[in-house]
């Protein structure tokens, strides 16, 4: 088990890294433009088979870092669901558990996400270079990246979000931070479709 240090150590890594975007981003003035080759993984998923990323990526991935601990993953993941619904499971999404203190598989099964899981994922983590929770990204079927939370650009979020706002509690932020992302992923995942 984590000790409770360890959320608040990534909540404050997700606030201060809200600061600045990417050095892999271009920005444009609505949305963010990316392209990164992330570092190729092998890691044994839940029911414990061997993921090869990007070798068994079938289509369009979203991958997630997250734990359930952590408040903006709690807001994020029902948007996550609802985009393999609206994209009628055409768009996947890889849970990638991290620093997590209860039972990940469990958790999914709660709220009938259905995520692929690879649990206790730190050192894909690290090789990402992911600080904080939720660590997202959008993947096409050759494992290039095309999206990342943390390249959306500073003046692309309103001025009432995240750490501009010290009125609002943790979880509020998160409410108001997840459907903000999903809309950019949502906008990446439709210019990937239409390519």
């Known amino acids: 088990m984590q000790t409770r240090l360890a959320p608040m150590l990534f909540f404050l890594a997700l606030i201060l890294s809200m600061s600045g975007a990417d050095a892999h981003a271009s920005e ?8 990164w080759r ?8 839940v029911a414990g088979n061997t993921f090869h990323y990007p070798a068994d990526l079938q289509g ?15 807001a994020l993941m029902p948007h996550l669901q609802s985009i393999i619904d609206e994209y009628n499971y055409e768009v996947r999404v890889l849970a ?8 990940p598989e469990e958790y999914l099964k709660e709220y009938g996400y259905e995520f692929l899981l690879i649990p206790e994922a730190e050192e894909i983590a690290e090789s990402w270079g992911v600080k904080g929770t939720p660590g997202l990204y959008l993947a096409d079927k050759s494992g290039q990246v095309v999206f990342n939370l943390r390249a ?9 979000r995240f750490a501009n706002n010290e009125e609002l509690k943790m979880y509020q932020k998160a409410a108001r931070g997840a459907p903000f992302w999903a809309a950019h992923l949502r906008k990446a995942i439709d210019r990937l479709e239409g390519d």
């Open 28 to 35: 444009t003035p609505a949305e963010t433009v990316f392209d």
């Open 38 to 45: 992330p570092p190729e993984f092998a890691a044994k998923t």
């Open 60 to 74: 369009t991935t979203i991958v997630l870092f997250w734990a359930s601990w952590c408040p903006f993953c709690k």
């Open 96 to 103: 990638l558990n991290i620093r997590e203190d209860e039972n």
């Open 152 to 160: 959306i650009p500073k003046n692309a979020y309103p001025p009432e």
